[in-house]
C-alpha cells in the first residue's frame, strides 16, 4: 500500500521562497497529466494532513498564486515520495486547507454549497435542470440528495451545477462570502483562477474522476467540509470581492440613478408592461439606462478601481476593506462609471452590425426597439460616459480628468478603426487574411478599452508618468490575448447564453482563426475555406460550420492560437514583474489569471507572430 514517507522539509522556507519568486512567474504548460487522484482513501488521508500542516504555517495575508500553490505542492510530493501527476490534486487540497479556518469562520447561511450534476445516478435520475442547475428530486439513487440536504438544513444555499461564471456571479451579487464545493479536478482548476485567486475564500472536495457521468468524491469529506463551524476570529486574507461588488453595485438600479441622476422623469423600462406608454423625449434614457443596468461582469469598472485601490495603498483588498470601500469618492466611481457606459455603448452597435440575436441572454436592443432607435441609444450611452468625466473637473482636478478624458477618447476611435477594419473585410469579396492584419485588428479592438480602464484608475491616484508605457504593452498583450481566446471560444458555444459554435464564420468575422488557416492550408483548401465565408455560396449554415472546423484543425489552427495565447500572457506577465508597489503587480497578475481564462491545453508548437504588432 502507498504511503507518504517522512520529512524533515521546511515547508515553510518552501512556501516563503515560493513567495519571494512570486516576482517571476513560470510559463504556462500542459496540465493534463498533472490532474490523477491519490489512490487509496488512506494514501489521500496522509497527503490531506501534510497539506493542513503545510497550510497552517503559511502566511495567510494574500492569497497564494498559482505558481506559488504548484511550487508548493510539487516540493510536498516530492517529500513524500509521491508522482508528480498528484500536483492538481495536492493543490487543490493545499488551497482549501489554506482557506479552511475563513470558511469555518463564515456564517453558514452565507455559504454557497456547489455540487457536480454528474455525481447524479446517470441512467435512472429523475431530476430536471432549471436555470439553477439540477432540481433534484431527492430519489436517494445518489449521495446528491443527502449531501444537499444536509447544507440546506444548516443554512446554506445550495446549487448543482458547474462553471466558475456562475459562482463568481453570485460571490460578487452579494449572498455569499464563501464555498463549500465539490468538482472534478479540471473544473477546480479553472476554479483555482477565477475564484480562489480573487481571494474568495473556498474549501474543495474533488472527485475520485473527471469522467462527467456516474462520478464519486470521498463522502465523510464532503460532510466535513459541509460542517466546518469555527468561532474565534481569524486572519482574514486580502480579497478583490469588496471591489468586485463595489464595480456592479454602480449599475443596480438604484446606485445608477444615485450617481448619475436621469433628467428626464418617469417609470423604469422594467417596470413598463406597453414599450408604447413610454414618453417620446424620456424614452432615449429609459432604455439606455436599462441597458446600463443589464448583465456583465463589470470587468472594466473593476479594473479602474482595483488600480485606483493598489496605488493607494490597497486598503479595499484588505482585512478593513468595507469600511476602505466606503470612502471610495463618487468622482472617482463616476470615472469608473464612464469605462462601462462607453462598452455597453460598444456592444449596442456591435450587435447591430453583426445583427446578434442575444445580449445577456435577452433578445438584443435592436431587435427589439428597431435599429434606428439602437444606434441613438448607443450614441446617448457615448454622450452619457464622457459626462461621468467631464462633471468631475471640481473634484479630480483639470489635469486628470483631461488625462482621463484624453485616454478614452483615444480607446474609443481605435476601436472604431478596429471594427471599422473588420466591417471592411466583411464586406468585402476577398476573404483571405494574414496573421498580422487579424492582430492589428485585435489590438485596435480590445487591448485599448483595457488600457484605458487601468489608466483612468491610474489617473485618479496621481502621478501617471511611469506607468503609461507598461500599462499600455500589458493592455495590448491581455487584450490580444484575450480576443483570441474569444474566438476559440466561439467554436465551444455556450447554451447559457445563447451562443452557438461557428458564430464568427455565419457572421463573417476576420478571425484569427482564419488567418492561420489561410497561412497554413494549400491553395485548394483555401479556396474551400473562402468559399465558406461566401454567406451567398448557397452551402447550408451546418455544412459550412462543419467544414470550416475540419479545415481548422487540418491546418492545426487551434494549436497555434492557442500557443498565440500563451506568448502574449507570457508578454503581459513579464511586464506586471516589474511593476512596483506590490498591490498593483499583484492586481496584474490576477488580470491575467482571471481574463486569460483558456478551455483548451496550450499547442506545442510555436508561432511566432512577436514583431508582428511592433
Ligand atoms: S438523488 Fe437527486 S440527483 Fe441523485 S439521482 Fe435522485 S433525483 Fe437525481
Known sequence: MATVSETNTDFVATADEARDSSSRRSRRR??????????????????????????????????????????????????????????????????????????????????????????????????????????????????IADFRGMAEKMGYRVLVAEGSPIVLKIIVSGYVDAIVGVACLNVLEKAIDKVLLAGIPCVAVPLLSSDCRNTSVDEAWVNEAIQLQQTQPVERTRSYVH????????????????????????????????????????????????????GGKHSRPFITLAVHDALTGGHATGPDGQRALAEISDSVRRAAMSIETFHKASLVHDDIEDDDKFRYGEMTMHRRFGISTAINVGDYLIGLGYRLVSREAGTLGAEATSAILDGLADAHMKLSEGQGAELAWRDSSKKMLTPLDALKIYALKTSPAFEAALMTGVHLAGDSEKYRQPMKLFARNVGVAFQILNDLKDWQGDQNNKLVSGADVLGGRPTLLLALACEGLDEQDRAELESLFDSGSGIEQGIRVARVRYLYEKAGVFEKANRLVDKHQDRAEAIADEIEPDELRRLLYYLVDSVLERKEEPAVKVVDLEASLS
Open 30 to 143: 500542459k496540465t493534463s497529466h498533472l490532474k490523477s487522484v491519490p489512490e487509496p482513501l488512506e494514501l489521500r488521508e496522509q497527503l490531506r494532513l501534510r497539506c493542513r500542516e503545510v497550510a497552517d504555517r503559511l502566511d495567510k495575508s494574500t492569497p497564494l498564486t498559482k505558481d506559488q500553490m504548484e511550487s508548493i505542492a510539487r516540493q510536498l510530493l516530492a517529500d513524500a515520495g509521491q508522482p508528480e501527476s498528484f500536483v492538481g490534486w495536492a493543490m487543490v487540497m493545499l488551497a482549501s486547507e489554506f482557506w479552511r479556518e475563513q470558511v469555518a469562520a463564515t456564517d453558514p447561511s452565507r455559504r454557497l454549497f456547489l455540487l457536480p450534476h454528474c455525481l447524479k445516478h446517470a441512467e435512472g435520475c429523475p431530476a430536471d435542470y432549471d436555470e439553477f442547475g439540477l432540481d433534484c428530486e431527492t430519489c436517494g439513487a445518489c449521495s
Open 243 to 294: 471591489l468586485m461588488r463595489a464595480a456592479a453595485n454602480m449599475f443596480d438600479p438604484d446606485e445608477l440613478e444615485r450617481l448619475a441622476p436621469r433628467s428626464r422623469s418617469g417609470p423604469r423600462l422594467s417596470d413598463i408592461d406597453d414599450i408604447e406608454t413610454l414618453d417620446a423625449i424620456a424614452a432615449t434614457e429609459t432604455i439606455g439606462y436599462d441597458f446600463l443596468s443589464k
